[in-house]
């Protein structure tokens, strides 16, 4: 892990990061639909809940904060679970809607939805052992999410080896923004902190890894798809031993010496 040395911040990611869903959000939505009575397709489920999350982030971006006039966000999530369901063929009932969206939204601050990567935890702690020894690192998030970021990295005990954990809705900026990266370090209230100092982890080419160095900082990019795939989608600023497939892949290159920043 020596060449963490150079770090005085690293900040992940969260979602196919540090933690994945246990299972699609379609599947999901489908079983709790159905014990408000509304049955249909998961696959369709599935087909729609994607294209309303795409069309509710293009029109309202990182869940409505700046737009005007401001959506709340969980108005946000109540328009986008709201059209997923109608477009699969089971509308919720008005009188049952608000209710189910609020089931809904605290289920995904849990455990029942979430569960976590392969080898963040045991980064996660190694990170924090050594921060321990080493008072001058901390440790971060930095997510594109709502405000129930905090209560999830709680429910699920990462928050432990955290220093701060930082959701877009609250900051005003989401990544690949250079504001969320800026705010991050005033998070970490390191004086005198220099991006280069800085290292930012996630599974987004873009959100994550050219937001980051955009940002002055180092980054590292956990990704199923090979360098190649990467490379001719992304361009080649993503460089290859930057590249891991999971965060235990990344762990064990740690641990062995064989990153280089």
């Known amino acids: 892990m020596r060449s963490l040395n150079r770090f005085r911040l690293i900040t992940f990611d969260v979602t196919n990061t540090l933690l994945q869903f246990r299972t699609s959000p379609g599947k999901q939505y489908g079983e709790i639909g159905a014990l408000f009575g509304a049955r249909c397709d998961n696959n369709d489920l599935a087909k729609n809940y994607k294209a309303n999350w795409y069309k509710m982030n293009r029109d309202y971006p990182n869940f409505g904060v700046n737009t005007s006039p401001r959506l709340e966000w969980q108005q946000w999530w109540r328009q986008l679970i709201a059209g997923t369901f109608a477009e699969s063929g089971a509308a919720i009932p008005d009188e049952k809607l608000d209710n189910f969206v609020n089931h809904l939204l605290e289920l995904y601050k849990t455990t029942i939805c979430w569960q976590p990567c392969n080898g963040s935890v045991d980064l996660l702690q190694q990170l ?134």
């Open 128 to 261: 924090r052992k050594h921060s321990l020894t080493d008072n001058k690192l901390k440790v971060g998030v930095i997510a594109n999410f709502d405000p129930r970021l905090d209560a999830l990295l709680r429910n699920t005990k990462l928050d432990r080896y955290l220093d701060f954990a930082l959701n877009s809705y609250t900051a005003k900026a989401e990544k690949p923004q250079l504001a969320i990266f800026q705010r991050a370090m005033e998070e970490s209230k390191l004086s005198n902190l220099k991006p280069a100092e800085c290292l930012h982890i996630g599974d987004g080419p873009t959100t994550d890894y050219l937001g980051a160095k955009e940002a002055g900082w180092h980054a590292a990019l956990v990704h199923e798809k090979s360098y190649s795939y990467l490379s001719k989608k992304y361009g080649t600023d993503i460089k290859r031993n930057h590249v891991f497939p999971s965060l235990y892949d990344f762990h064990k290159k740690l641990s062995d010496d064989a990153v280089v920043w």
